[in-house]
């Protein structure tokens, strides 16, 4: 898969999960946007509400997840129409009974909060050997870094960065900003060397474009074809396609201004002249005659930048004039002995 490279900079993930709410026709309808949007990938929810809830402790939860069911063969169908689009399909497979009808049309596999300490479906998806990403909501550093150590132990691949992938991401939908805690990006590149981006829940997009900023290389959005009339969580803090598109132009510009890693006078610098007209020379504040032993009281430091550059100020204080120098005039080495 490279280094989640995405067409746009961060790679791109439309969000789908629940939003179809159990229709598969809606379901495509939101599939073919998504697709159409720009994005790198569209991703779904693999589940049955039996292999996901217990029907004993949480019988209204179990509930909901069985009227959001897809059917196996409508799945199948989904990837299908994703990668006729050019576009990756991938799914959170909550249902391990599913990777075995699925798994034909996954490049990589992404493994929600939730799941982050269910080590049995840790075990079962990094015994694949294909991608990983790792949503963290829920969870302390501790937990992150065991789950990792788990996934790496059962597979060495998962020790590079384009095998394994941690979000930043907090269950919460909406969540506030000040639980968005984009700088545990920072923590996880430093103590990982694993790729890092950012799983978003929050109305609005900017703390996406800080993310991007930041430089989350992948980035995973839910997304929907409107929020106005709709009554399921996920659809209020999912993109629209037009949304993604204007993030696409923001990001486009953030990837501008990030530039590179590398200092040195730009192109725009260079033609306008400025490392000249901006820096300071030492110039004479009077006229000196030749055989004039320099010192500073002759001497001061203007701009433009032409003669002899003020770094060499001290070399230059107890030199002999070989030639006059009228005051505020460059001059150069060829006129001291």
């Known amino acids: 898969m490279g280094c989640w490279e995405g067409k746009h900079g961060p790679y791109l ?3 789908i999960g629940g939003n179809h709410e159990g229709s598969f026709t809606y379901a495509q309808q939101l599939a073919e946007l998504a697709c159409k949007s720009g994005v790198d990938a569209v991703k779904f929810q693999i ?15 179990n509930a909901h997840f069985k009227r959001f069911e897809l059917e196996p063969k409508e799945y199948i169908s989904l990837a299908k129409l994703c990668i006729s689009h050019g576009v990756e399909f991938t799914a959170s497979v909550w ?18 909060s939730g799941d982050l300490t269910a080590y049995p479906i840790l075990k079962r998806i990094a015994s694949i050997g294909k ?31 384009e095998y394994l992938a941690l979000l930043q991401c907090t269950s919460m939908y909406p969540i506030p900003d000040e639980d968005v805690n984009l700088k ?53 803090v999912s993109f629209t396609a037009e949304e993604i598109a204007l993030l696409i132009d923001k ?17 725009s610098e260079i033609e306008s002249e400025h490392i000249v007209s901006f820096r300071r ?6 006229d000196l005659k030749a055989g004039t ?45």
């Open 184 to 236: 545990v990006m920072d923590l996880f590149r430093e103590e990982f060397s694993l790729t890092v981006g950012y799983s978003d829940h929050t109305i609005g997009t900017e703390a996406v474009e800080v993310a991007v900023a930041m430089g989350a290389e992948i980035i995973e959005m839910h997304f929907t074809d409107r929020r106005e009339g709709q009554s399921f969580r996920d659809h209020k």
């Open 13 to 15: 993930i439309a969000e």
């Open 47 to 61: 589940y049955t509400g039996d292999t996901l809830v217990s029907s004993v402790e949480d019988p209204d939860r």
């Open 251 to 267: 990001i486009a510009k953030i990837v501008v201004l990030q530039g590179r890693r590398e200092k040195r006078p730009t192109k």
């Open 293 to 337: 032993i320099l010192n500073n009281k002759m001497l001061c430091a203007l701009r433009p930048n032409l003669g002899i550059d003020t770094r060499c100020y001290a070399k230059i204080i107890g030199r002999e004039l070989k030639n006059k120098l009228s005051a505020f005039s460059q001059f150069s080495k060829n006129d001291l002995l």
């Open 95 to 112: 249902n391990m009974d599913a990777l075995e009808w699925i798994d034909p049309y996954m490049k990589f596999y992404k493994i929600g």
């Open 131 to 161: 991608p990983i990403i790792l949503s963290t909501g829920l969870s302390t550093f501790e937990e992150v870094r065991d789950s990792v150590r788990y996934i790496q132990d059962e597979n060495n691949i998962y020790k590079k960065k």
């Open 281 to 286: 020379a030492i110039y004479p504040n009077r």
